[in-house]
């Protein structure tokens, strides 16, 4: 069996509904070794990172920057889960009203000092909502989902 960590920050209906675009998306794939474990950025702990064999994080742009409590996040898990947690899978994907590439820099010099293995890139939502986002990160998801799922990362 394999875990897939999903820490998503969701202050808005629409950033709701990317998480559960996700969620569902990994359902309709129907993993049979796969485990998941949704929380927020103030939920998810070391101990989440140590049980994840793969990790899908969710984030607004704020301010040309990763979400506050997703920042949060990082700075809790950072150094209790920096040597065990080498070339751990990670995805992305950010809502960004406006560019996403301070918010895609910041989270991928926290995610290299890491060491995690970046699996696909960061899918960034740009501008007004647009529908089609919903199957974008659910395509995001179940590509993660597979790849744990299939023993591929």
Request: net charge negative; glycine share 10%; hydrophobic share 40%.
């Amino acid at each position: 069996m394999a875990n897939l960590l999903f820490v998503c920050h969701c202050p808005s209906e629409n950033t709701r509904r990317l998480r559960d675009a996700a969620l569902t998306g990994i359902a309709q794939l129907a993993p049979d070794n796969l485990t998941v474990r949704a929380l927020s950025p103030l939920e998810a702990s070391a101990e989440d990172i140590e049980w994840c064999d793969g990790i899908l994080i969710g984030t607004t742009e704020n301010l040309g920057y990763m979400a506050g409590l997703i920042k949060d996040f990082f700075e809790r898990i950072y150094y209790p889960c920096l040597e065990s947690s080498q070339g751990l899978p990670v995805a992305l994907y950010i809502r960004a009203g406006q560019d996403g590439r301070g918010t895609q820099t910041s989270i991928g010099r926290i995610t290299t000092g890491l060491r995690w293995k970046t699996v696909s890139e960061p899918l960034i939502l740009r501008g007004e909502w647009d529908d089609a986002f919903d199957e974008q990160v659910a395509e995001l998801a179940m590509t993660l989902a597979a790849g744990l799922d299939t023993g591929i990362y």
